[in-house]
């Protein structure tokens, strides 16, 4: 084109003094994108025009007390699931990874067992504790008890929940933990292991740091779990925020909008989770082949000025 | 020239003064299941000497290597370094292995550089040389960053301190393996075929700088394919084939004048 309009074609950035290269033209993509917003546009009148919809009661029922307390409850469950599983699997995926044939027979079982109970069966199994163990005591295996307790004084509702969701998490957290350690570099270990690390500090200083890093995202998916599973507790009478929403819907039967009530609220955490993961991996990046390219980027541009 | 670690270590060396060897191997044997890897090694390095071991692959060459640091154990045999018999302690007439942390404890007299370089991905060069004098040996931290960036600059990498392995060159990557084995003042430093990974290009710069290693007198043990570097540098090559060594002594005699057929018909491939 440029060559046959005669012109002296701008061939500054072009050398050769070639033909420029046109941009190809996604035709197809004024397609997709017009389906898209026939699509919304749908939506928006489904919801803006339709009166049974009664959006109202979301603004109405959105920071009720009720609903407040109940997210208070579900986020409670969630860090404690997590925690207590994050810990349980740390010591299941020690154990996994040990020269003991005992210990990895025994972590193998209780990862099996972990990961093969439905969550729902596990928390009526450890709420209704106290019909086959009605007391709970502490002292030798066969000998003398020190201490004793109820067991349902030990195990209330959301003693039971957490419990439940430790064991259901600790199954999965041990098979993240363990991808991790496995993804890391061998010839790394056998490095700092030359070096006369000890077997500790080599986990600690080499291992650890780019495990974690490997971890991330799927840990991030098991706390995304964990929040929505926990809604199972409503079984036990537990409010949570899903009891919450339906206790309010069983007197005035507005389903629809307070079940959006409660995605709003579960869809507000999963935001401050992704924020909070992506921070956490800008963290734990550096050495990457992204992180170092960036690095290089920064260090050219101290250079320059 | 500011004291340097390797320059201590070097005087380390020559205040040895004994004629007792630096590294002792003998009648080492491993196997693996049913493959027998390494059948009754005997090998001495004096100290401040360079020994280069040679020979083709499955020969058991990095095996021997990995069992000097107690990477691999070995099945029979014993190896001496400086005089401490690693890995075992004698008492009541038998061998009884090391604890984890004891053998730990015996790794802090050798030094490893390795084929693939195995530089921590997750830390800067600097903090990888510094990484063992910090972690391991408890030196201060300043006075570790002080010998360690001397270090880099003797490897000529001083630049690239704050640089992570994969923004560096395979060369690069290895001359601050070289510059972490040296942080720790080895006794012995081993070498398991350091130029294998590396582009041709890049083969040289290594080269370089362990051949001033060599002639400062540190204590080396070298697994290389490097004909030319043996044939320059070392005072004793070893040829190792199937697990035993079939022939060594003088560079010049074991690789201009080979005496065994095995070792000619290697030398014809390699050369």
Redesign the interface.
């Known amino acids: 084109m440029a060559s046959r309009a005669g012109a002296p074609a701008d061939t500054g950035s072009r050398p050769s003094g070639l033909e420029p290269i046109a941009p190809r033209v996604r035709w197809q993509e004024f397609l997709y994108l017009a389906v898209v917003l026939v699509l919304l546009a749908m939506l928006a009148n489904f919801v803006l025009t339709n009166e049974r919809l009664n959006l109202p009661v979301f603004w109405e029922y959105l920071f009720h007390p009720l609903v407040l307390d109940g997210l208070r409850i579900t986020v409670i469950l969630t860090v404690a699931g997590m925690v207590g599983g994050t810990v349980l699997g740390l010591a299941l995926t020690a154990m996994r990874l040990s020269s003991s044939p005992t210990l990895r027979a025994v972590s193998f079982t209780a990862i099996y067992v972990s990961r093969t109970i439905p969550l729902l069966v596990q928390l009526l199994f450890w709420f209704f504790l106290a019909s086959v163990l009605p007391r709970i005591s502490f002292g030798i295996p066969f000998g003398p008890e020190f201490v004793s307790f109820e067991t349902n004084e030990v195990i209330n509702q959301l003693g039971a929940a957490i419990i439940a969701l430790s064991l259901f998490v600790a199954g999965y957290m041990a098979e993240i933990m363990r991808s991790g350690v496995m993804s890391v ?1 061998r ?2 270990v ?10 500790l ?1 080599v986990f600690r ?2 291992v650890f ?2 495990a974690a ?1 490997i971890s991330i995202p799927p840990t991030m998916n098991q706390v995304i779990s964990v929040l929505k599973y926990s809604s199972v507790v409503i079984l036990i009478g537990l409010a949570d925020l899903m009891y919450s929403v339906q206790a309010i819907y069983s007197r005035n039967f507005q389903q629809i909008p307070l079940l959006l009530v409660a995605t709003f609220w579960y869809g507000l955490v999963v935001v401050v989770l992704t924020v909070v993961q992506s921070q956490l991996e800008k963290r734990l990046s ?4 992204k ?2 390219r960036q ?2 980027k920064e ?1 050219e541009e101290k250079t320059d000025a | 020239m500011p004291e340097t670690p390797v320059a201590r270590a070097t005087d380390q060396h020559t205040a040895h003064g004994s004629d007792r060897p630096m590294v002792e191997i003998a009648g080492l044997c491993k196997t693996f299941g049913e493959h027998r890897v390494l059948r009754g090694i005997d090998l001495t390095v004096a100290p401040g000497q360079v020994a280069c071991i040679l020979g083709p692959s499955g020969s058991g060459k990095s095996t021997l290597l990995r069992c000097v640091n107690q990477l691999e154990t070995s099945t029979d045999g014993a190896i001496h370094i400086d005089g401490e018999l690693v890995g075992y302690r004698v008492q009541g007439g038998r061998r009884h292995a090391l604890s984890p942390r004891q053998i730990a404890r015996q790794r802090r007299s050798t030094a490893m550089v390795f084929q693939r370089f195995n530089l921590l991905a997750h830390q800067t060069a600097l903090a990888n040389v510094m990484e063992a004098p910090v972690h391991v040996h408890g030196v201060p931290r300043d006075r570790a960053r002080e010998e360690g960036l001397a270090l880099l600059d003797r490897v000529g990498l001083g630049p690239y301190a704050d640089h992570y392995p994969a923004q560096l060159s395979g060369g690069q990557q290895q001359r601050v393996a070289i510059a972490r084995a040296l942080a720790v003042r080895p006794r012995v430093l081993l070498f398991d075929e350091p130029t294998s990974a590396l582009d041709p290009e890049l083969v040289d710069e290594v080269l370089a700088v362990m051949t001033d290693l060599a002639r400062e007198g540190l204590t080396m043990l070298v697994v290389t394919h490097e004909i030319a570097f043996a044939r320059d540098v070392a005072d004793t090559v070893f040829f190792m084939d199937g697990g035993v060594v079939v022939e060594s002594g003088d560079p010049a005699q074991v690789l201009n004048a080979p005496s065994h057929e095995r070792t000619r018909a290697f030398l014809r491939r390699v050369l």
């Open positions: 570099d010839g790394q056998e490095a700092a292991t030359a070096m006369g690390m000890t077997p500090s200083r080499v740091p780019q890093r550096t050495g990457l082949p992180a170092a690095r290089m260090l």
